[in-house]
């Protein structure tokens, strides 16, 4: 099984990124390297980080487990989060910006394959899993699929339907192309990383040095 880099790039995302962590560390897909990096948050970020790794480590719950042979309840203690995920935690002083942050991230990814899903976002428990097993069969280097717009009520108030991957499509609809990608983090030597001229617009000019570089897309038509 390869291993999965997500790097998760923050800044002043508190209310949102500890969902959006968990999302990540619950993923169905076991083999996982989250990278996480603060670009020089002035909210409560860093606080919360801080205390991450030992909350990681040391949360537990006591479900009901069985009942013993008087009827009584026998409860015991189980860790609530994965013990095979690598956690890494980044974070900077000061505002480093945008496409800095998620290049802190990307230039530490050791895994096989890539992605970064920024702190705001919440991707969906099966959505590593199920792009791997995209990626493989269609022997990709490039693969996303639709998503979910949702207010702060968990609302849906768009869908995004991206279309199936041709050259000329991606420079109409790719600035829509959002959490749900994962690709081979071999192209980084190809395509580098994000260009820190960009402070908006970075993940778009990323995918089409993708394009130009002739990766191999695949659309996977699910949210």
Same mark, same amino acid.
């Given at each position: 099984m390869e291993k999965v880099s997500i790097?998760?790039?923050?800044?002043?995302?508190?209310? @949102?990124?500890?969902? *959006?962590?968990?999302? *990540?560390?619950?993923?169905? &897909?076991?083999?996982? =390297?989250?990278?996480?990096?603060?670009?020089?948050?002035?909210?409560?970020?860093?606080? &919360?980080?801080?205390?991450?790794m030992h909350e990681i480590a040391t949360r537990s719950c006591e479900p009901i487990q069985e009942m013993d042979e008087k009827g009584k309840i026998v409860r015991k203690s189980i860790k609530v989060y994965p013990t095979n995920r690598t956690v890494e935690i980044l974070t900077f002083e000061n505002d480093i910006g945008a496409t800095c942050t998620y290049n802190e991230g990307l230039k530490r990814a050791t895994g096989t394959y890539c992605t970064y899903i920024v702190g705001d976002d919440l991707p969906h428990p099966h959505m590593i899993e199920e792009l791997v097993t995209a990626l493989e069969a269609n022997k990709a280097d490039f693969v996303y699929s639709d998503m979910n717009?949702?207010?702060?009520?968990?609302?849906?108030?768009?869908?995004?339907?991206?279309?199936? +991957?041709?050259?000329?499509?991606?420079?109409?609809?790719? +600035?829509?192309?959002?959490?749900?990608?994962? +690709?081979?983090?071999?192209?980084?030597?190809?395509?580098?990383?994000?260009? =820190?001229? &960009?402070?908006?617009?970075?993940? @778009?000019?990323? @995918?089409?040095?993708? $394009?130009? $570089?002739?990766?191999k897309f695949y659309h996977v038509p699910k949210i």
């Open positions: 790097i998760i790039p923050t800044f002043n995302q508190f209310s @949102y990124l500890p969902a *959006c962590i968990d999302h *990540c560390l619950f993923q169905t &897909y076991p083999c996982l =390297e989250i990278i996480i990096v603060d670009g020089g948050s002035t909210d409560d970020t860093k606080a &919360y980080l801080k205390g991450l717009v949702v207010d702060d009520k968990g609302r849906i108030i768009r869908q995004m339907l991206l279309p199936d +991957y041709n050259f000329k499509s991606c420079f109409a609809i790719w +600035y829509h192309l959002g959490v749900s990608h994962l +690709y081979k983090t071999k192209w980084h030597k190809s395509v580098g990383l994000m260009d =820190e001229a &960009y402070q908006s617009a970075n993940d @778009y000019d990323h @995918y089409l040095r993708f $394009a130009m $570089a002739g990766a």
